[in-house]
């Protein structure tokens, strides 16, 4: 059994023991006291070491119960779907099927078509109730139902990715820049205009419109694309934050792997018709070059190697792998990328993935959407 298989086998089994709930590192800071201790810099300070050092404790204590995430549940069946078509067992197909399922009974409340939000409350430059839907959570389970009809030819999964699409077009807020550039919301209650949100939208829509022809999918899609090409840096790098919002120039891993990936299924949806290969070469090359430690330790950010996020650690594999067919040369550091995880952040005993590796301690907390479910999709790349 090589590495791959084992950490895998490791990982799934780790899983099945656990059931598909756990922590997640946003579900205690979206509570209204941690929110108010936000609000002064020395209970600031406190309660964010505290969660830090002691992130189990914190949530008992303030009785965070462990939930199901539908982000989660989309990787996962991403992940077991890519293992089942590559591996044919009835197994990973099983688990696939019973994540999609769940999806299906679960979806958000209140809006006509399918579409998922986080199971807490959560504080970005607004406050956002649990259960809102995002174009986050919503796009990644689009595309895990757009994988089980591409594998398994059934067409509800195909029915599901298209009021997905609905979602994106009609509940979204979407400002019109001119004729040839939109950018679409992070969630129905925002303007807030993010780069690696505005693409995983466009992904949904161009990825859907290669299996139903529908052209304003298109449409829609290659004028978000516009926006955020427009607002690619010089050295090929993007903003977490676009205008009119305030950009804070802050550049980080899995947010820019966010955008390659987006890019990369709009030159696979589009073909031909991609006229973006040049901003993703460049993006690509500061991706490898800017963000990762002698192309194998990701970086958090290209100014600071610490913490070492295992969500980067995942992205890195899935977008080097997702691009090999674009530019090969870099599916080499996909592979560092895993081996270097599998040995530095896979506990050796129980088989799930820590959260960060900070420059003095590591923090061991297995969250279930933010390391379990992206590592079982990146590793199944590499079976």
Known sequence: MSMIELSIHMLDTWIERNGWAGY???????????????????TSFVSNM???????????ILRIRREVNAKAMALFARGYLNLYRK???KKYLSKALYCLNWLIKNPSRGYP????????DWQSR???????????????AAHAFLDAYEILRVKKYLEVAKSCCSFILSDLNIDVIDENRICFSYTPLDNFHIHNANLLSASVLLRTYRCTKNKKYKEMGIKAINFTVSHQNE???????????????????YHTGFILESLNIARRSLGKEFQYEENLRKGLKFYAEKLFVSYTIPKFTNKSIYPIDIHSCAQAIITFCELADFEPRYLYVAKNVARW???NMQDKREGYFYYRIYRHYVDKTPYIRWGQAWMLRALSYLI
């Open 113 to 120: 078509g399918f579409c998922w939000g986080y199971p807490f």
């Open 341 to 343: 995880t599998i040995e």
């Open 235 to 253: 050295d090929g790098s993007w903003y977490y934050w676009a205008p009119p919002n305030k950009v804070t120039h802050h550049i980080d891993n």
């Open 50 to 60: 505290l969660l830090d050092r002691f992130p189990i404790l914190s949530r008992k």
């Open 87 to 89: 591996t044919g067992m």
């Open 126 to 140: 607004i406050f956002i109730p649990r259960g809102t839907p995002s174009s986050v959570a919503t796009s990644f």
């Open 24 to 42: 997640d590192p946003y579900d205690i800071r979206g509570t209204r006291l941690f929110i108010t201790l936000q609000k002064n810099k020395y």
